[in-house]
């Protein structure tokens, strides 16, 4: 494979993608975890379900840019150290505001827990990313190596690995916790990376449309799909009130909606992927924004601060949802979740570039790469490496 590109570009369509889908992540948060939706009744709650099946492509678009980037650059140790980091430094800080003001009350096994900086339960997102970007440079080797028709049989093998079957088995062939896991991640970050190499615009059927052409054709792409997402949901709660085996097709479709593992959520990802990859966007605002999402994530998701958060909200509560105009609330709560915690985050990336900035900082950082180096041989990680 030959790809001349600026390994260092990142263009601001996928990074206005990125903070898109990170407002999408709160308003799913609230959805769910405010209790929105079980709470709620009548056409309201049909409302949310076609509402969720647009949202739900938020994860998988993360993985997806993840792959179309880091597939063409190196490992480095650092980057995972500092995304550990920032993972331990709002785990520990939230929790000793939340404890000191009495906000939530915690055990002690759960505060001492809190101080082990490998303590990645607190975010699984995190957890996984983590052990994704230590697989990247093998994976990144295989790309390289094969060829474009087995890279798709690669592809379809993962897809009906790790997406069909576990879809109409409930996950009992193959458990991928409803897209949670690693093996999930590792098929989105081949799906970026196959588009990184091979573009999906300069495909035969696409590369005589014109850009604007393929911008209506993926955007109708992923409205219809969803939709259908959608439309196949209802179906399974008609299947419910049916006999034996309806129930279980029924039962079937309802537990596979809104996995991140589903063929129509992966589908409407791609779609929601090549939207915003036909655009021709450059901004610094944008990629000042878009790395603070993680960050967004990182506050609002926290286990502790879900204790205190959404009842703060008004959400959470022994409430009965039947009115349209909750859906207001959710979407202005979500804004103000997501401003607050971006300008928490900005503040943080700051304070850490001045610590970083001192002698001790440096002093300390160099002592402990010579010490994880004389642990054993580590001339793969040097290799892997880039900028030591």
């Known amino acids: 494979m030959n790809v001349k590109e600026n390994q260092n570009k990142r263009d601001s369509n996928y990074e206005l993608m990125r903070v898109i889908s990170m407002f999408m992540i709160v308003v799913w948060h609230i959805l769910l975890h405010g209790l929105v939706e079980v709470q ?6 049909f409302v949310i379900y076609l509402l969720e099946a647009f949202l739900v492509v938020h994860v998988n678009s993360y993985i997806l840019v993840t792959g179309y980037y880091q597939c063409r650059k190196k490992f480095q140790l650092k980057k995972l150290i500092s995304l550990n980091n920032q993972s331990w430094f709002y785990r520990i800080i939230i929790m000793l505001i939340l404890c000191g003001n009495g906000m939530i009350e915690i055990g002690r096994k759960e505060f001492f827990q809190t101080f082990f900086p490998l303590d990645y339960a607190t975010y699984w997102f995190v957890q ?24 798709q049989v690669l592809l379809m093998i993962c897809l009906v690995v790790f997406s069909i079957l576990p879809t109409i088995s409930m996950q009992i ?9 690693l093996m999930s991640m590792v098929f989105m ?4 990376a196959y588009f990184r190499y091979y573009p999906i615009q300069e495909s035969r059927i696409l590369k005589v449309n014109t850009r604007h052409k393929n911008q209506l054709l993926f955007l109708l792409g992923f409205i219809m799909f969803s939709t259908i997402h ?3 949901l209802c179906f399974g709660k008609i299947l ?5 085996i309806s129930q279980y097709v029924g039962e079937t479709i309802q537990f596979s909606f809104l996995s991140y593992g589903s063929p129509f959520v992966i589908i409407s990802s791609l779609m929601y992927f090549f939207w ?4 021709k966007i450059k901004s610094k605002f944008i990629n000042r924004v878009s790395s603070l999402t993680l960050g967004v994530y990182l506050i609002h998701d926290n286990p502790y601060m879900r204790q205190w958060l959404y009842p703060f909200l008004g959400f959470a509560g022994e409430k009965v949802y039947t009115g349209i105009l909750i859906l207001g609330k959710v979407f202005l709560c979500a804004l103000a979740v997501f401003i607050v915690c971006a300008l928490l985050e900005w503040i943080r990336q700051l304070l850490f ?9 440096k002093w300390f950082q160099r002592k402990w790469r010579s010490y994880i180096t004389s642990l054993g041989d580590f001339d793969l990680m040097k290799e892997l490496e880039v900028n030591k």
């Open 353 to 361: 570039k001045g610590i970083n900035r001192l002698k001790i900082t």
């Open 173 to 181: 062939m193959v458990p991928i916790e409803k897209g949670h896991s």
């Open 128 to 151: 996984m990313y983590l052990f994704l970007y230590c697989f990247s440079p093998f994976l990144n080797r295989l790309i390289e190596k094969i060829s474009k028709k087995e890279f």
């Open 276 to 279: 915003f990859g036909t655009f």
């Open 189 to 192: 970050y081949l799906l970026g």
């Open 230 to 232: 959608f439309l196949i």
């Open 40 to 45: 709620s009744t009548g056409m309201l709650s």
């Open 240 to 244: 419910l009130t049916g006999g034996e």
